[in-house]
């Protein structure tokens, strides 16, 4: 099983800031990773796909990089809207795993 | 617009089987990777499973007791946990991957507590 590990745990930033959130596999994925972001009392949405595509009607602001086992992403300029949280997720092999998640919240 | 809902009893006993029912509306279930996801309450997201043309990929963690099926009459998929225990108290979501499994597409998601 490939296991994802994200970081931080807890991000602490101010509305206008930038926003850098790692996710880890235990081995390559190549570029076969998703970034979702759940509030509370929602289902997850799918922001990025495949390392660095944004999904449809995923604002600019959002961007995912990375390949391999080593992943960002960036959110450049925080809104309000965007505290949350963020999980990764592997499609490389059976099981899909998902990262634990990297609460960003309102410093 | 594909919409998933999930349906099925809010409350299950302990030992019984959890069953659950996503209804897909505005897409066809005869492709894609039809998923099964869950959250238990303030953790994080374990993917359980999903069904694409007939066959069947469950997480290791959980494939003595899952089953997954399409019913493709009603455009239907459905979940069925046996043996359910405490530890499976979660909200369970459906959802439709593409590309293999990337998840654009989930339903509301449904809360399952097992309690006696």
């Known amino acids: 099983e490939i296991v994802l590990t994200q970081s931080p745990a807890t991000l602490s930033l101010s509305p206008g800031e930038r926003a850098t959130l790692s996710c880890r596999a235990s081995q390559s994925i190549s570029n076969f990773l998703a970034w979702y972001q759940q509030k509370p009392g929602q289902a997850p949405r799918l922001l990025i796909s495949?390392?660095?595509n944004r999904a449809t009607g995923i604002p600019a602001r959002f961007s995912g990089s990375g390949s391999g086992t080593d992943f960002t992403l960036t959110i450049s300029s925080l809104e309000p809207e965007d505290f949350a949280i963020y999980y990764c997720?592997?499609?490389?092999?059976?099981?899909?795993?998902f990262g634990p998640g990297t609460k960003v919240d309102i410093k | 617009q594909v919409l998933l809902q999930e349906s099925g009893p809010g409350l299950v006993k302990p030992s019984e089987t959890l069953s659950l029912m996503c209804t897909i509306s505005g897409g066809s279930i005869n492709s894609h990777y039809w998923t099964w996801v869950r959250q238990p309450p303030g953790r994080g997201l374990e993917w359980i499973g999903c069904i694409n043309s007939g066959l069947t990929n469950y997480n290791p963690s959980l494939e003595s007791r899952v089953t997954i099926s399409v019913d493709t009459s009603k455009n239907q998929f459905s979940l069925k946990l046996s043996s359910a225990t405490a530890a499976d108290t979660a909200m369970y979501y459906c959802?439709?991957?593409?590309?293999?499994?990337?998840?654009?597409?989930w339903g509301q998601g449904v809360l399952v507590t097992v309690s006696s």
């Open positions: 959802t439709r991957g593409f590309s293999g499994s990337t998840y654009a597409h």
């Open positions: 495949d390392a660095s």
């Open positions: 997720q592997q499609r490389r092999n059976w099981p899909i795993t």
